[in-house]
């Protein structure tokens, strides 16, 4: 039977959310619940009490963060450019410089962490590619994108959390929201055009 007094957890989003804050600046391996627990004025027995490792205190704040909010209602400006801005200007994690900052703190991880880097894929990327997949299928619907375009949906929906990943981790080059722009002109939609204006030029060729 435990003794002593019950863990208080009024701080308990204080505390995750400097977790988050040190991942940006100093990345995954960079962090350790001594700072933490100096950054929020708590004893670091009170961390240990609560999270006996780093890893179970990181995977604790992003979970803290929720669902990313689009998740539960897309963006709906009309426009799938638009939208798709939106979900990359997004409040969620503090904001887009925080955000890209967490996720390029954490883009390491999955050499230290297998268990952080799972809660990364579950909580994070798996969600922003069901997002882009409904908006594309939306646009889809209302007719910005030729129905025979429906097949590569799925795989256009990896793009955008694809290509920032392997920037981050496997070249190792900063995200920022110009390149996440530039993902979304460059690639995402060139290739909707692309792939549309090329069966237009079938049909027409064949139709001659």
């Known amino acids: 039977m435990k003794t002593g007094r019950p863990y208080d957890h009024s701080g308990d989003s204080a505390i995750l959310a400097s977790a988050l804050d040190l991942v940006a600046e100093r990345g ?47 963006p709906d400006s009309g426009s799938l450019r638009s939208d798709l801005l939106a979900v990359i ?3 969620w994690f503090g904001g887009p410089e925080r955000r890209i900052s967490i996720f390029s703190g954490l883009s390491t991880v999955s ?31 209302r007719g910005d994108i030729q129905a025979d375009r429906a097949p590569v949906i799925p795989i256009l929906a990896d793009v955008i959390p694809a290509m920032s990943t392997h920037r981050l981790a496997a070249v190792g080059e900063p995200v920022t929201r110009d390149y996440y722009v530039s993902v979304i002109d460059d690639v995402l939609l060139a290739a909707l055009h692309a792939t549309s204006a090329q069966a237009t030029s079938t049909q027409t060729t064949t139709r001659s």
């Open 28 to 74: 995954y391996d960079g962090l350790s619940l001594d700072e933490v627990a100096s950054r929020t004025g708590k004893a670091k027995t009170t961390l240990y009490r609560r999270w006996a490792t780093k890893e179970e205190l990181v995977i604790a704040a992003i979970r803290d963060a929720g669902r990313p909010p689009e998740s539960d209602e897309l």
């Open 89 to 91: 200007d997004s409040a």
């Open 111 to 141: 050499r230290t962490s297998e268990k952080v880097a799972d809660v990364v894929r579950t909580e994070v990327t798996r969600p922003y590619v069901e997002i882009y997949r409904r908006l594309l299928e939306r646009a889809l619907e």
